[in-house]
């Protein structure tokens, strides 16, 4: 598989500057200027660690890093400019969103497999919950620079998350409590999506019980989807087999060589973890 | 700094601890880099069975302080897939290959080693005895008398330097090491992961762990290690592979110090996969520093 959506990162761990910070109602979006890895292809993802106090949190923690599909990416200066969404909810994204500009971060990548294009004349259809909106950032400005159109449908917690949507163009948004946007699931605004024009790739991010709703849906009406799913991860290169999801067909495959994106076909069902 | 170890000479005393580092995928993630800049002075492979292994349900992992609870349960491809589709491609690596294997009867652990004797792709063996013996239900590793049993079988299979890994789960691991060198083993590694276990975060009673029980890893475990490998360096002639929470070349100076010949990385290549380089680097540089020949 030549024309497989991955850009191979530099071997081994670097360290990068944090050149901005910003936050987005409960979500914190962190800018690094890579000077030695290449432009990702949207989908791949990066480990990263704080290069200083990673360790000593909650619980002691936390040990390993952590993985992270990039948000956005471009050149700009000697290298790239990446961004990261995130969330903290536990010692790890704890520790990075208490990070400022100037402090330095620890990664790895770019890793995995990204998105590939719709193809056959179907339309790209985004849909993403929570920090799952990532990911769809980046593949969405792809689509928008090859003149596709990229409608995006985002599910958020709460209005204190929905601000999250500002990171796409033109995004529908519902949030769980109805504080912002349609009252319910994300997965309500794809039926109808789906209802008006059915021949559309789904490329979805987010927790799993929403990637397995998407992917039920998808299923059920014969739609194909592309999704880009999470696990914890030790290592993100292969080493750890950790991160492994069950194929339909039976076994496993490991999520950080394999995926992170997967076609939803393989997929029995997405896993809880 | 090269190094002797078992007829075979190493460029420097850091190698990789088996199913730490998957050489195959990891040229997969970062390509032709990974060869031209391999970490490791000898590459360990994952742990070969006879039979191929989808390994244990997830969750596999488990953050704990400083340190990981894995629960992979040995997914490989079985000996016939290892030899036709791995083995070529571990061969072009640019470092000596030291399979890993495992089995639950001496039979099968014969079968193992022949197989692999035959290749000149392997420059030596690793005995995984971390595993109970499905005819008599004890672990072959813990028990010095089951594992010299086993041992005299396996050894005269081979004609290749046959490393014994020695599990940390026992009450007694010098005894077990000196078993192994009664027997024949060419070499003895150190320190498997600890049995642990990770409780639900939010069920009580319940494991988190697909497989409820698991084997702890990283910097928590590495004064666990120092003892153990100190102990059996102590009690046997053959070298030591010393392992356990290694990160930098001050750890790895502190297990040749405690008469390690060879210093093996693992969870730290899940952290930075080019550990196995750095570390190498920074022993240098302490020796430069020093002056004497710790190793």
Redesign the interface.
């Known amino acids: 598989m030549t024309d497989e959506p991955r850009t191979l990162g530099p071997f081994g761990r670097r360290t990068v500057a944090i050149t901005q910070r910003r936050e987005l109602g409960a979500y914190v979006v962190l800018a690094v200027a890579d000077t030695e890895g290449p432009l990702p292809r949207a989908g791949q993802f990066y480990m990263l660690a704080a290069a200083q106090r990673w360790g000593g949190g909650s619980d002691e923690r936390p040990f390993l890093p952590r993985a992270f599909s990039v948000l956005r990416a471009r050149e700009a200066g000697a290298g790239v400019r990446l961004e990261f969404m995130l969330e903290a909810v536990g010692p790890g994204t704890e520790r990075l969103c208490e990070l400022a500009q100037g402090d330095r971060l620890h990664i790895t990548g770019p890793l995995g497999v990204g998105f590939d294009r719709p193809g056959d004349g179907r339309r790209a259809l985004l849909c993403g919950g929570g920090v799952g909106t990532a990911p769809l950032a980046i593949w969405q400005d792809e689509l928008l620079a090859r003149g596709a159109p990229a409608p995006a449908l985002l599910g958020f917690r709460d209005a204190a998350h929905a601000p999250g949507a500002e990171l796409l163009h033109n995004a529908r948004v519902a949030t769980d409590d109805g504080s912002h946007g349609h009252h319910g699931l994300v997965t309500d605004l794809l039926a109808e999506e789906l209802d008006a024009d059915a021949n559309a790739v789904v490329y979805a991010c987010g927790p799993p019980p929403m990637l397995e709703a998407v992917r039920a849906l998808c299923e059920a009406r014969g739609v194909a989807c592309r999704l880009a799913l999470e696990s914890g991860m030790a290592c993100g290169f292969g080493a750890c087999f950790g991160c492994v999801v069950p194929l339909r067909e039976g076994g496993y495959l490991r999520l950080c060589v394999d995926g992170p994106v997967l076609d939803g076909a393989r997929l029995a069902e997405v896993p809880a973890h | 700094m090269s190094v002797a170890f078992c007829g075979l000479r190493l460029a420097h005393p850091i190698v990789n601890g088996s199913?730490?580092?998957?050489a195959?995928?990891?040229r997969?993630?970062?390509?032709d880099?990974?060869v031209e800049?391999f970490?490791f002075a000898a590459f360990v492979s994952k742990t070969i069975t006879l039979e191929p292994r989808?390994?244990n349900?997830?969750?596999?992992?488990y953050?704990?302080?400083?340190?990981?609870i894995?629960s992979?349960g040995l997914?490989n491809k079985g000996l016939r897939g290892y030899l036709d589709s791995d083995l070529p491609e571990l061969a072009r690596l640019p470092v000596p290959l030291i399979t890993n294997v495992m089995g639950s009867t001496a039979e099968e652990l014969c079968t193992l080693v022949e197989a692999l004797d035959d290749r000149d792709e392997v420059d030596a063996l690793e005995l995984n005895v971390s595993c109970p013996n499905v005819r008599t239900g004890l672990d072959i590793g813990a028990d010095p008398v089951e594992l010299a049993a086993v041992l005299r079988e396996v050894r005269p299979r081979t004609g290749k330097p046959l490393i014994v890994k020695l599990t940390p789960n026992t009450a007694d691991v010098g005894a077990a090491a000196q078993a192994a060198q009664d027997a024949g083993a060419d070499a003895v590694s150190l320190i498997n992961t600890l049995r642990a276990y990770a409780p639900h975060p939010e069920r009580a009673g319940v494991p988190w762990l697909g497989n409820a029980t698991g084997g702890l890893s990283?910097?928590a475990i590495r004064a666990v290690a120092l003892a153990q490998v100190r102990e059996v360096a102590g009690r046997v002639a053959i070298p030591v592979v010393g392992m356990g929470g290694v990160q930098t070349g001050v750890h790895a100076a502190r297990m040749l110090e405690v008469g390690a010949t060879l210093v093996a990385v693992g969870?730290e290549?899940?952290?930075?996969?080019?550990a196995g380089?750095r570390i190498s680097r920074e022993l240098d540089d302490l020796f430069a520093k020093s002056g004497d020949n710790i190793g």
């Open positions: 199913g730490t580092f998957d195959i995928a990891a997969r993630a970062f390509g880099a990974l800049h970490p989808q390994g349900p997830p969750p596999r992992l953050e704990t302080p400083a340190g990981l894995n992979i997914p990283g910097p969870t290549s899940f952290r930075d996969p080019a380089t």
